[in-house]
T-cell receptor, first 110, second 117 residues
Framework: SQKIEQNSEALNIQEGKTATLTCNYT??????LQWYRQDPGRGPVFLLL?????KEKRKERLKVTFDTTLKQSLFHITASQPADSATYLC?????????FGAGTTVTVRA | DTGVSQDPRHKITKRGQNVTFRCDPI?????LYWYRQTLGQGPEFLTY????????KSRLLSDRFSAERPKGSFSTLEIQRTEQGDSAMYLC???????????????FGAGSRLTVL
């Protein structure tokens, strides 16, 4: 069966450092992969999308890589700020359906 | 457009009661989704509509759950004879599909939190 795994432990980092989150998947060949941010009590908010034929995507302080051979995506938050504290979800997609990982909670200390 | 709206935001009910949630998607979006999320887990797919047609329903969804999207606009999710295991956040999302719309990016509502006592 399809499986999506994200860092199981929460990530605590110092402001200004880079946070690196991992998303691994098995039994899946997604056309693209997305990252969402979720704050407590709120719905997820879309951040970035990367397609299967792309290696890297950047948006401001965010960077995503996608390795379809390793079946892995890495999500980086550079120059982290306390406002970046949230849960980050990866989602794999084919056509209309998105399947989500459990998320990784990031806390950035001032 | 104010995004995806969900109502109510919170619902507390007793076991055995029926509950209904409403979702108003972004008006030009033709796709609508319901997901369920429990603490510490990611959103779990429940069902999907393309316009007014319900095209997929998760096998995890029991017969007590039913969703509708009349006229391809708002949607309702009803849970009959609620059980304590139904306690969760119910998330609605919408998206636009079409030849020029690109990849399927979901816009989520704030969710409806259900507590079954």
């Amino acid at each position: 069966s399809q499986k999506i795994e994200q860092n199981s432990e929460a990530l605590n980092i110092q402001e200004g450092k880079t946070a690196t989150l991992t998303c691994n998947y098995t039994n899946y060949s997604p056309a693209y992969l997305q990252w969402y941010r979720q704050d407590p009590g709120r719905g997820p908010v879309f951040l970035l999308l990367i397609r299967e034929n792309e290696k890297e995507k950047r948006k401001e302080r965010l960077k995503v890589t996608f390795d379809t051979t390793l079946k892995q995506s890495l999500f980086h938050i550079t120059a982290s700020q306390p406002a970046d504290s949230a849960t980050y979800l990866c989602a794999l997609a084919n056509d209309y359906k998105l399947s989500f990982g459990a998320g990784t909670t990031v806390t950035v200390r001032a | 457009d104010t995004g995806v709206s969900q109502d109510p935001r919170h619902k507390i009910t007793k076991r055995g009661q029926n509950v209904t949630f409403r979702c108003d998607p972004i008006s030009e979006h033709n796709r609508l989704y319901w997901y369920r999320q429990t603490l510490g887990q990611g959103p779990e797919f429940l069902t999907y509509f393309q316009n007014e047609a319900q095209l997929e329903k998760s096998r995890l969804l029991s017969d007590r759950f039913s969703a509708e999207r009349p006229k391809g606009s708002f949607s309702t999710l009803e849970i009959q004879r609620t059980e304590q295991g139904d306690s969760a956040m119910y998330l609605c999302a919408s998206s636009l599909s079409g030849p020029s719309s690109g990849a399927n990016v979901l816009t989520f509502g704030a969710g409806s939190r259900l507590t079954v006592l």
